[in-house]
């Protein structure tokens, strides 16, 4: 845990790291989020048409911090139409005790208390041009409303996009900004989920990355994805595996496959990595993934991965944690 907290610790003073506030990041090459209508199907790739992000604000902020969302409502050529457009979406930003530490708040369903902690802002977009392909800000807010969380090293804000009604798919995008009218990141800042769903590419030349970070108490790693429709094959890289195959799911199917750790894994970020099928057959695809610990604990998926993008390092003697 130490160790955890002093990479968190240099990973929130590093100058890079600003460029997590924007969700989905560069690095991650993920077009848009996605959450449909609480009135889908889920076999669009939406299993429970709910997502749940979180921000983190270094301690030594002091102005105020904005929650920006690119094409919040459910319109235009942008979002996936199910006919005519009739979803609305809720927004919903939290703070405060409870926020991210009620262990229903890192979870994959919206159950229980997954609202947790202090409702800071909310409002609902449905089909209105005032906001497609445009920005809305969410704030100002106090960045000591955040809940205090020093494995995270800082405070931490939750941000829930969920259908309320309709059927239609709603895509979008975050960004964490010191500016209501502007994206002008927060230094030191960060983003994470627990739960990514998102939008892959349609150019098959296009791959797409998520990150999830191993502590040092991780030993296997449990991934589980959703509605992957055989679009290719996922694939698992890190310091110490060049490209481990990943089981894939088909059409509204759950698949999940165990993937070992070994030492020189632990304290380092993995890069599971989303590779079409070359013919570009399949479009509009929409994912959702997941990974576990041995414990059954959620891994949290940075959008910067910490330390860096892993990198295959074919020299390294592997080790087995025992």
């Known amino acids: 845990m130490i160790r955890r907290l002093i990479l968190l610790a240099v990973m929130a003073l590093s100058a890079w790291l600003c460029r997590a506030q924007p ?86 369903d919206p159950v229980g208390n997954y609202r947790s902690g202090n409702l800071l802002a909310t ?30 090293s800082g405070r931490v804000f939750k941000v829930i996009a969920q259908g309320k009604s309709g059927d239609d798919g709603n895509l979008y995008r975050y960004f964490m900004s010191s500016r209501p009218d502007a994206n002008e990141a927060i230094e030191g800042g960060n983003a994470f989920t627990f739960e990514y769903s998102f939008r892959l590419h349609d150019d098959p030349k296009e791959v797409s990355h998520i990150y999830p970070y191993v502590d040092e108490r991780v030993i296997s790693v449990k991934q589980s994805n959703f509605d992957w429709d055989g679009d290719g094959s996922v694939r698992l890289v890190s310091v110490a595996k060049k490209g481990d195959a990943v089981t894939t799911s088909g059409d509204d199917q759950w698949v999940s496959s165990v993937h070992p750790i070994v030492k020189q894994e632990l304290n ?54 025992k």
């Open 23 to 108: 969700v989905p990041a560069s690095d991650e090459n993920i077009p848009w989020l996605v959450t449909f209508g609480a009135r889908s199907q889920t076999s669009w790739g939406d299993d429970d048409f709910c997502q749940t992000f979180f921000f983190v604000v270094p301690k030594s902020t002091v102005v105020p911090i904005y929650i920006r969302v690119f094409d919040p409502d459910c319109s235009g050529a942008i979002d996936e139409a199910k006919g005519e457009f009739n979803t609305v979406t809720n927004f919903s930003v939290y703070g405060g005790k409870g926020c991210i530490s009620d262990p229903d708040a890192r979870e994959t």
């Open 268 to 321: 380092t970020s993995l890069d599971i990595r989303f590779i079409k099928r070359s013919d570009g057959a399949v479009r509009n695809n929409n994912v959702v993934f997941y990974i576990r610990n041995q414990y059954g604990a959620l891994l949290p998926f940075f959008t910067v991965p910490i330390g860096g993008v892993p990198q295959y390092k074919p020299t390294i003697a592997v080790t087995k944690i």
């Open 123 to 152: 409002r609902d977009f449905g089909a209105d041009s005032q906001y497609d392909q445009k920005w809305y800000t969410f704030g100002p807010f106090d960045p000591n409303s955040g809940e205090d969380m020093p494995e995270y």
